[in-house]
């Protein structure tokens, strides 16, 4: 699809619940500097599929991944790799801010204490507020950091989700749906945010919003029943679905 | 040295183990970007594990071997001739020259233990010092060895939490491992009474009086259906006469009937009735009810009524599961779906109505597995009965005269000076696996109940 | 039934007014009413029950907590203890004052005082009292000293207007010299056992139920947290898990005695393996197998309660750690664990308080020792607050009644403590997701 090596990529990858297949033998590139977005219906298999590339479907009972999925062309599944410093490098936004009962500096240092990323306290300070920083949060909360992460608003909250990701310094950031939960104002926040953290991370996000997708993405991959069915230029499947099903789907004839 | 002494400098030693190998951990690096596997704490954390763990270990198996050691070097000194042979006696002395060993201000009253004092402080200290070396040594040397097992790639994290994760299993397996225990340990007892005394006697004899036991045919004394009787009379039938109407109709009341503030403090309130000892119980029962339904009887026309009747037992028991079945008519009552409810008041039934005729059938299953948790634990309650029973196995239909039950008769049994292995302490085995077997039929039963009527409506 | 369905004109429309009607809705009312009162009375017969117990036992109670004194004037000077005065100030001093004859003398000189029968009138341990005052202050011995020593109980029940005539005599006899005072018994929480009901403590019972309650929190707790957490977090599904989870569920209603017998056969039993004789594991009688024990019997309740909290920790918390590189271990202890705490918390010190109210396996495994002295270790016979109360009670001796209630209240007043701690935790603590 593209010259360049793809930083994740994903080969007939299926995901089974138990005896259910949720996704079926997709095949997938994931580029550098770009957003590629996940749409589809409701239950189509895009959170499952976008789950199996940081490894968080092993926490679900029952679930099982085939196929090959490979960050910098290293085999993710493979028994050698340490799933706690995959996490660290394809971090995750879920779905529903989900900030930690502690304060919002907890919140953001967490991920850098257990990983061993800063030297000192100092160190952890700087990182810390270049997260802030990043997520676009810094100014809101500077003053207020002991304060309960639980205590800011939903989208607050949420931007607070993607600090936190983004202080362990990932290469891929995964976000499913991270603006369902949200108002307009706040989405607009988040998707401008996208915007900004493009080209330093290899993003990925989930969306039931075409428009979101739209917006925001430089790719998209329409997924319908768990097969991929189109995966291309965002523009170019916008204004020119090659499949008809995609048509259909972004015509709204069905969702 | 002692045991805390040793543990402390044991720890000491995993404190250095884990701050030494951290600071080499942090020295380490890697090429480039790429980071540590493990942080410099977590390789800590491994060489503090393998330091201590061993050794305390160590000690723990030592600590359990000393006092037999001890008591063997003991008995070689010369003195040690002047012994009494009788185990108790010797146990004694023996047992105070130990205590003055061990603190030098005290002394000894008998001349054979002052003798023996050297010789066990000597003893005590050579096995102490041993235990010391022993285990510093190996504190040490495994300590050492996982250090030099640390390098930039170790995975020392792994290591850790599959050893944390070891730990969890096995804390998990203790409940087996009781579960087994209990089991085992009364079957194994219960099969050496059933050598001496045949089962169908124990389970089908009427004749209960182990005071005197014939040593040539054990079994025609030793008939347990007295107790069934008294235990079933008294747990399932006084003391739920008691529980079952106070508790459902306190539960009924308070969950229908009582205003919010009225319920917030009236449910605790009764919840303390469950939280009171047994024991307290036990002795309200034999000081107040007990006297109380004698004067009843008395009253009645039975002049010579007995002061340890069934009923006082019985009566109180039943207060003391009171609220137990209360809170589980509670939930059951909250678990019928609040439609039925409104249906049929929605119909003009009076609330009284609807609780007695849709409610209550509704809750039923539910109530009933509560009434066999509570059954089930009404006939192993120990303290109200061996407190406010009397110890006379009858067989008797009337609350006013004495009954007795198999808990009270398992502490009668084993709190005399009988000898381990008569067939007099071996029953009392025979019957904790009796009351083990049925209670956990009762439980399994109710739980299967709760399980069925919790599906039902979910 | 295929039978039409009558027409609605063939029945005449119910008159809700007519009498019968009328009648019988009063009588269904009425039929409500009752039901309603017999609710209130359960409700209240169940309060009333509670309060007369407690009552009962503060009205017996209070008076183990008062000891009445008789001032004992004492001629040192002329009994003339054959002591040296050296060995006063040494840890000699107890047994040179016993070796000379101090309690015969202060039986004497209560003799001399009080008349016909006036050892009697004094606690046997008053010789005590005297001991320690004498200690105190050496200089007693050159003189004659009035000391106020325990009364006996056939006094103290004759204060109390309700002894024999001798003694009510005597009573009178001291009331109007003026030489009897009451006070606050603090040897009832300072000493232990003993034969005379005056004399008798509950300090060696409690510290008996305080080292035990130790062994029992620093081993179920740990293994009762741990198990929770293996199976709440990590267990695979399988048979085993359900095997843990049976057991788990049935050992929380085995009752209590059980876990007696197993203490008694298992920690205190003697085998023969291959012509060695092994155990007993633990010393009998004393806090550490009581604890064990007791750990044993209430560690599915610690489990039960610390599942039901980690369950309520909400998954997102979960996902949130492993998406940022935490360890499942690192997600449990420093993320669930925490905020599941209060929950364990709570249903630990419930626990706990079964734990210290317990009576019944201890009496099995030999915690009825008579303890005149506080256990010093955890190896040392030690009896317990529950047992205590339970040997007391099968005391003949009229003063013991007093003494049982009292140690029921010092019994009741950790009990609620423990429990108000419990509450306090789980309001001020518990989240709400």
């Not at chain 2, 050496?192 to 182990?210: C, E, K, M, N, Y």
């Not at chain 3, 369950?311 to 669930?336: C, E």
């Not at chain 3, 429990?419 to 935790?425: G, H, R, T, W």
Request: net charge neutral.
């Amino acid at each position: 699809m593209t010259e360049q090596t793809p930083k994740m990529s994903a080969r007939d990858v299926s995901v089974f619940y138990g005896d259910k297949q949720a996704v079926k033998n997709v095949s997938i590139d994931i580029d550098m500097d770009k957003v590629t977005a996940f749409i589809g219906p409701s239950g189509c298999g895009k959170s499952t599929f976008l789950r199996s590339f940081n490894r968080m479907n092993d926490t679900v009972a029952g679930a099982r991944v085939e196929g090959l999925v490979t960050l910098d062309g290293e085999d993710i599944y493979a028994p050698s790799m340490d799933v706690v410093q995959l996490r660290a490098r394809v971090g995750m936004v879920f779905q529903k801010p989900n900030p930690f009962p502690k304060s919002i500096f907890e919140n953001v240092a967490y991920g850098p204490r257990i990983h061993g990323l800063a030297a000192s306290r100092s160190e952890l300070e700087g990182i810390v507020e270049s997260a802030l920083r990043r997520a676009g949060l810094w100014d809101e909360v500077k003053d207020r950091l002991s304060d309960s992460g639980t205590a800011l608003s939903g989208g607050q909250q949420q931007r607070l989700c993607i600090a936190r990701a983004i202080a362990v310094d990932p290469e891929v950031i995964l976000m499913d749906e991270p603006a369902s939960a949200l108002d307009p104002i706040a989405t607009a926040k988040i998707e401008e945010l996208i915007g900004e953290l493009r080209g330093r991370y290899a993003i990925v996000i989930v969306t039931h919003n075409m428009q979101q997708a739209a917006r925001v993405s430089q790719r998209t991959a329409f997924f319908h029943l768990g097969t991929l069915v189109e995966y291309g230029e965002t523009d170019a499947m916008f204004t020119a679905p090659r499949m008809e099903r995609t048509k259909d789907y972004i015509t709204g004839r069905y969702g | 040295m002692s045991a805390l002494a040793l543990i402390f400098v044991v720890a000491g030693l995993g404190l250095i183990g884990w701050l030494t190998a951290r600071a080499r951990a942090a020295s380490f690096e890697l090429g480039g970007a790429k980071r540590l596997h493990s942080l410099p704490g977590q390789h800590g954390w491994y060489v503090a594990i393998w330091t201590v763990l061993p050794a305390l270990l160590f000690i723990a198996v030592w600590s359990g071997m000393t006092p037999r050691l001890v008591q063997d070097a003991v008995l070689q000194h010369p003195a040690a001739a002047q012994l009494p042979a009788f185990d108790f006696e010797r146990d004694a002395l023996l047992a105070e020259a130990k205590r003055v060993a061990r603190d030098r201000s005290a002394t000894a009253f008998d001349p054979v233990a002052e003798q023996l004092v050297a010789p066990t402080r000597a003893a005590i200290s050579y096995y102490g010092w041993i235990g010391a070396g022993v285990s510093v040594l190996l504190a040490f040397a495994c300590g050492a060895l996982a250090f030099t097992r640390i390098k930039a790639r170790f995975k020392a994290r792994t290591r850790v939490e599959r050893g944390v994760m070891s730990l969890l299993l096995l804390a998990s397996l203790i409940a087996i491992l009781t579960t087994l225990g209990i089991f085992l340990s009364l079957l194994w007892e219960s099969l050496r009474f059933f050598g001496q005394v045949p089962i169908t006697d124990f389970l089908l004899g009427t004749h209960w009086s182990p005071q005197v036991i014939d040593a040539n045919d054990p079994g025609k004394s030793l008939g347990a259906v007295p107790l069934f009787w008294g235990t079933f009379f008294i747990g399932a039938v006084i003391a739920m006469i008691v529980a079952i109407p106070f508790g459902l109709m306190s539960a009924i009341y308070l969950t229908q009937y009582a205003a919010p503030g009225v319920r917030r403090w009236m449910k605790p309130i009764l919840e303390i009735l469950a939280g009171v000892p047994t024991v307290v119980y036990g002795y309200f029962a034999a000081l107040t009810v007990a006297p109380a339904v004698r004067d009843l009887a008395v009253m009645l026309g039975m002049p010579f009524a007995s002061s340890e009747s069934a009923l006082a037992a019985g009566l109180v028991m039943g207060v003391m599961i009171i609220p137990f079945v209360s809170s589980i008519a509670d939930d059951s009552i909250a678990a019928v779906p609040t439609a039925m409810r409104d249906g049929s008041l929605a119909m003009g039934a009076t609330r009284s109505e609807t609780i007695r005729k849709v409610l209550i059938p509704a809750a039923l299953p539910g109530v009933v597995a509560g009434i066999l948790l509570a059954v089930s634990r009404a006939i192993g309650e120990t303290m109200i009965v061996v407190m406010a029973a009397s110890g006379a196995a009858n067989i008797t239909l009337n609350p006013l005269e004495s009954a007795t039950t198999v808990t009270k008769q398992i502490v009668d049994l084993l709190t005399g000076d009988a000898e381990f292995d008569s067939p007099k302490t071996l029953a009392a085995f025979a019957l904790g696996l009796t009351l083990f077997v049925i209670t956990l039929i009762l439980n399994i039963v109710a739980l299967r109940v709760v399980k069925k009527y919790r599906e039902a409506y979910e | 039934m295929n039978s039409p369905l009558p027409a609605q004109a063939d029945r005449t429309p119910t008159d809700w007014n007519a009498p019968a009607m009328q009648k019988r809705i009063a009588r269904r009312y009425a039929a409500e009413r009752r039901f309603k009162l017999f609710g209130l009375a359960a409700v209240v017969l169940s309060a009333a029950f509670l309060a007369f117990l407690l009552a009962t036992m503060v009205s017996q109670g209070w008076r183990g907590f008062v000891r009445t004194d008789v001032a004992l004037t004492i001629d040192f000077k002329a009994a003339a203890l054959p002591v040296d005065r050296a060995v006063l100030r040494t840890p000699g001093a107890d047994l040179a004052l016993a070796g000379a004859e101090l309690e015969n003398t202060v039986k004497g000189a209560a003799a001399t005082q009080f008349g016909v029968g006036g050892e009697d009138a004094i606690s046997e341990y008053a010789w005590l009292k005297v001991r320690e005052a004498i200690k105190q202050d050496p200089t007693n011995l050159d003189r004659a000293v009035r000391i106020p020593v325990p009364a006996s109980t056939r006094l103290d029940q004759a204060l109390r207007g309700d002894g024999t005539a001798e003694a009510q005599a005597l009573a009178e006899r001291l009331k109007a010299a003026g030489l009897v005072s009451t006070g606050f018994n603090a040897d009832f929480l300072r000493m232990s056992d003993s034969t005379d009901p005056v004399a008798v403590g509950i300090w060696g019972a409690l510290k008996g139920s305080l080292l035990t309650m130790a062994i029992t929190f620093l081993i179920a707790f740990p293994v009762g947290v741990l198990s929770a957490i293996y199976l709440e977090e990590y267990a695979p599904r399988n048979r085993w898990t359900d095997l843990i989870e049976v057991s788990i569920n049935n050992l929380a209603a085995v009752p209590s005695i059980i876990f007696g017998l197993l203490g008694l056969a298992v920690f205190l039993g003697t085998w023969e393996v291959m012509g060695v004789r092994f155990g007993p594991i633990l010393p009998r009688s004393a806090a550490l197998v009581g604890g064990v024990t007791l750990a044993l019997m209430i560690m599915p309740v610690i489990v039960i309660a610390s599942r039901n909290a980690i369950k309520a920790v909400p998954p997102s918390i979960r996902d949130a750690a492993l998406g940022i590189g935490a360890s499942p271990v690192q997600v449990v202890f420093h993320h669930v664990l925490p905020l599941a705490m209060p929950g364990i918390l709570t249903g630990t010190i419930i626990g706990m308080a079964r734990a210290l109210g317990e009576t019944a396996p201890l009496l099995l495994i030999g915690m009825r020792a008579f303890i005149v002295q506080p256990p010093g270790g955890f190896t040392d016979p030690a009896t317990v607050l529950p047992v205590q109360i339970f040997l007391w009670s099968d005391e003949v001796s009229r003063g013991f009644v007093e003494k049982t209630s009292a140690a029921i209240l010092v019994l009741l007043a950790f009990l609620l403590a423990m429990n108000s701690l419990a509450i306090y935790l789980r309001n001020r603590f518990e989240t709400r997701w």
